[in-house]
């Protein structure tokens, strides 16, 4: 059985140190924070499966900080402790459940031994394992939907691509979100099985819209474990090759941080991806630790906007500000830049008028099956006309 992780977020060490005991002796690897900036470098680096959240926080109540879990898209299920009273507790976990979070309810403080143990031990039976991950491959129960992205600058509003996101049918359960099962993928040896069949199901897609007249690229996401493996690039092609299409048919998407864990490296496979004509997309810019130095060292040939940022643009000054540092710093290099996230035509047209060159988003289009694609793209062109 998998080892799961879980974050304890509460600033009472004995309280703490009983949660680590408790979960340890359940399975779990454990790490503890007490303060709002650990707990947000730990999360951008990491997917916790499960995280125990103190209600009462010095520095944040546990109410604001299940809104910033929201806003990021947070997966892991969330139990919420506290010594405040029934109602409080059951209003935050509800509050919880309408920011799409994924609640574990609430437990009173001093938490009871049994009780705490009893859910522990039924959440990690139901949690996937690598088991269950290889017989999904092998049972071929992934799906690959595409989201439109269309650009900003010559010829606004034209579709011009397309990103593959990969989802887990998963029996008895429904559709898995890929935040929980690329970690396990990582973590178990099968993310580089799982990315060849997200990249053949993209090619053949490719194929599809061709043969119907849409020429379009196909973005898929790289892993940053993926960045370690100095045979990618010629595992790419050869996949590519075997599918007979061309490599500037895909895009491949590196997060900003995974890009930086092993400079040198990651520079011998990104040069050697450019030099066998595969384009590289830098994905969730402005979220990590980049150094501008190193960014302006790889070669990407685009700067992916983080959508955290996109869909704040209307409202938030700091981040029009930060979105229009990224593309003026994308154009000076000569990269390409696209914002995701983008769900108003108001936010459009303001990234239109930034200078951004490419966008995909809600307002655009949904993720959508293979097959679908061109007729979406039919309705979308009597929509184009409102970018130009």
């Given at each position: 059985?998998?080892t799961?992780q879980?974050?304890?977020?509460?600033?009472?060490?004995?309280?703490?140190?009983?949660?680590?005991?408790?979960?340890?002796?359940?399975?779990?690897?454990v790490?503890?924070?007490?303060?709002?900036?650990?707990c947000?470098?730990?999360?951008?680096v990491?997917?916790?499966q499960?995280?125990?959240?103190?209600?009462?926080?010095?520095?944040?109540?546990?109410?604001?900080?299940?809104?910033?879990?929201?806003?990021?898209?947070?997966?892991?299920a969330?139990?919420?402790?506290?010594?405040?009273?029934?109602?409080?507790?059951?209003?935050?976990?509800?509050?919880g459940?309408?920011?799409?979070?994924?609640m574990?309810?609430?437990?009173?403080?001093?938490?009871?031994?049994?009780?705490?143990?009893?859910?522990?031990?039924?959440?990690?039976?139901?949690?996937?394992?690598?088991?269950?991950?290889?017989?999904?491959?092998?049972?071929?129960?992934f799906?690959?939907?595409?989201?439109?992205?269309?650009?900003?600058?010559?010829?606004?509003g034209?579709l011009?691509?397309?990103?593959?996101?990969?989802?887990?049918?998963?029996?008895g359960?429904g559709?898995v979100?890929?935040?929980?099962?690329?970690?396990l993928?990582?973590?178990?040896?099968l993310?580089?099985a799982?990315?060849?069949?997200?990249?053949?199901?993209?090619?053949q897609a490719?194929?599809?819209?061709?043969?119907?007249?849409?020429?379009?690229?196909?973005?898929?996401?790289?892993?940053?474990?993926?960045?370690?493996?100095?045979?990618?690039?010629?595992?790419?092609?050869?996949?590519?090759?075997?599918?007979?299409?061309n490599?500037?048919?895909?895009?491949?998407?590196?997060?900003?941080?995974?890009?930086?864990?092993?400079?040198?490296?990651?520079?011998d496979i990104?040069t050697?991806?450019?030099l066998?004509?595969?384009?590289?997309?830098?994905?969730?810019?402005?979220?990590?630790?980049?150094?501008?130095?190193?960014?302006?060292?790889m070669?990407?040939?685009?700067?992916?906007?983080?959508?955290?940022?996109?869909?704040?643009?209307?409202?938030?000054?700091?981040?029009?500000t930060?979105?229009?540092v990224c593309?003026?710093?994308?154009?000076?290099?000569?990269?390409?830049?696209?914002?995701?996230?983008?769900?108003?035509?108001?936010?459009?047209?303001?990234?239109?008028?930034?200078g951004?060159?490419?966008?995909?988003?809600?307002?655009?289009?949904?993720?959508?099956?293979?097959?679908?694609?061109?007729?979406?793209?039919?309705?979308?062109?009597?929509?184009?006309?409102?970018?130009?």
């Open positions: 059985m998998d799961p879980l974050l304890v977020i509460d600033d009472d060490s004995q309280v703490a140190d009983f949660m680590t005991e408790v979960a340890c002796l359940s399975g779990y690897s790490t503890t924070v007490q303060r709002r900036a650990d947000e470098a730990y999360l951008a990491n997917t916790p499960v995280i125990i959240l103190d209600l009462q926080m010095p520095e944040m109540d546990g109410v604001e900080f299940l809104r910033w879990l929201a806003e990021r898209q947070m997966t892991a969330i139990l919420l402790i506290s010594g405040a009273d029934a109602r409080v507790r059951n209003a935050a976990v509800r509050l459940q309408e920011l799409r979070l994924k574990l309810g609430t437990m009173q403080k001093p938490v009871r031994l049994a009780e705490l143990e009893g859910l522990l031990q039924n959440v990690r039976h139901d949690l996937p394992s690598s088991e269950n991950l290889k017989a999904a491959l092998e049972q071929r129960q799906t690959v939907h595409y989201q439109p992205q269309i650009a900003l600058d010559t010829q606004p034209t011009v691509g397309m990103e593959a996101l990969v989802r887990w049918q998963r029996p359960v559709l979100p890929p935040m929980e099962f690329i970690p993928a990582e973590r178990s040896g993310i580089d799982l990315t060849e069949y997200v990249m053949e199901q993209a090619l490719h194929a599809a819209w061709q043969a119907q007249g849409l020429a379009l690229t196909v973005a898929v996401n790289v892993a940053p474990v993926l960045l370690d493996r100095l045979d990618l690039p010629d595992r790419f092609l050869g996949l590519v090759s075997r599918q007979g299409a490599p500037a048919t895909l895009k491949l998407e590196i997060t900003e941080s995974g890009a930086m864990q092993n400079v040198a490296k990651t520079m990104l050697r991806l450019r066998k004509n595969f384009a590289l997309s830098m994905d969730d810019f402005g979220t990590g630790f980049s150094s501008l130095v190193q960014l302006y060292r070669p990407f040939s685009e700067l992916k906007i983080d959508k955290s940022f996109v869909q704040e643009i209307e409202r938030n000054d700091e981040a029009k930060i979105i229009r593309i003026d710093l994308a154009r000076n290099l000569g990269l390409q830049v696209c914002a995701e996230g983008v769900e108003s035509q108001a936010a459009l047209q303001l990234l239109r008028g930034y951004c060159t490419h966008a995909q988003g809600y307002y655009i289009g949904k993720p959508m099956p293979a097959t679908e694609v061109p007729r979406w793209s039919t309705g979308w062109m009597g929509r184009a006309a409102a970018v130009a």
